[in-house]
């Protein structure tokens, strides 16, 4: 148990749905990441918050929209989906992200778009 | 763009032996590096990290990073099968971002 928590752990969505990803952290921490790891493919950087403030937007497209409303949450808003945006998406939490600090990984949820 | 690069493998060892996973690099001014194992449908988990030159050394696991080749490497000690897993070399590279490499899969045979 990595005292980071994500629900749901499975999702099958629609493109024209709208759906959220949610992530908690047990852990104190004060940033939060969200990651899309595809198969065969390293994981991508898609967002950080630090201290609740989005510090990083890896050029993700608008269809993914995080929010955090405090350091121990971080949503992760889903709409009109592509087929390509099926991975697991995880989500990390690290004492800052600015130092050198190490993250911590959920369990990520596996996202599937029909 | 900056990259950080791994074999992807399989690395074959048998078990008892050293496994040596390798990891390159190309934004020299990254100053931390971490190394993740991630079991197959599971979600990484930290092994180790190393900020300095030289050897870092944790049980069975020795970190080695070398700045100036701008080189990172992980040695297993007296391999397990339950170590085969893919390991994943990250590199802090400034700012806020952690870049990983697409990851190492390494099979320890009993």
């Known amino acids: 148990e990595t005292g980071v928590t994500q629900t749901p752990r499975h999702l099958v969505m629609g493109m024209t749905n709208k759906k959220s990803l949610k992530c908690e952290q047990h852990?104190?921490?004060?940033?939060m990441y969200w990651y899309k790891q595809s198969a065969k493919k390293p994981l991508e950087l898609m967002f950080v918050?630090?201290?609740?403030?989005?510090?990083e937007n890896n050029s993700v497209p608008s269809r993914f929209s995080p929010e955090c409303p405090n350091s121990s949450h971080l949503f992760l808003h889903l709409h009109t989906l592509q087929p390509e945006d099926s991975a697991l998406y995880l989500c990390?939490?690290?004492?800052?992200?600015?130092?050198?600090?190490?993250?911590?990984f959920g369990p990520g949820t596996r996202l599937t778009v029909t | 763009q900056k990259e950080v690069e791994q074999n992807s493998g399989p690395l074959s060892v048998p078990e008892g032996a050293i496994a040596s996973l390798n990891c390159t690099y190309s934004?020299?001014?990254?100053?931390?590096f971490f190394w993740y194992r991630q079991y197959s449908g599971k979600s990484p988990e930290l092994i180790m990290f190393?900020?300095?030159?030289g050897d870092k050394e944790d049980g069975r696991f020795t970190a080695q990073l070398n700045k100036a080749s701008q080189y990172v490497s992980l040695l297993i000690r007296d391999s397990q099968p339950s170590d085969s897993a893919t390991y994943l070399c990250?590199?802090?590279?400034?700012?806020?971002?952690?870049?990983f490499g697409a990851g190492t899969r390494l099979f320890v045979k009993a």
């Open positions: 990390a939490s690290s004492q800052e992200a600015s130092s050198n600090y190490e993250q911590y």
């Open positions: 852990l104190g921490h004060n940033a």
């Open positions: 918050y630090n201290f609740k403030e989005q510090t």
């Open positions: 934004d020299r001014g990254s100053q931390s």
């Open positions: 190393i900020y300095s030159n």
């Open positions: 990250a590199v802090k590279v400034g700012g806020f971002k952690t870049i």
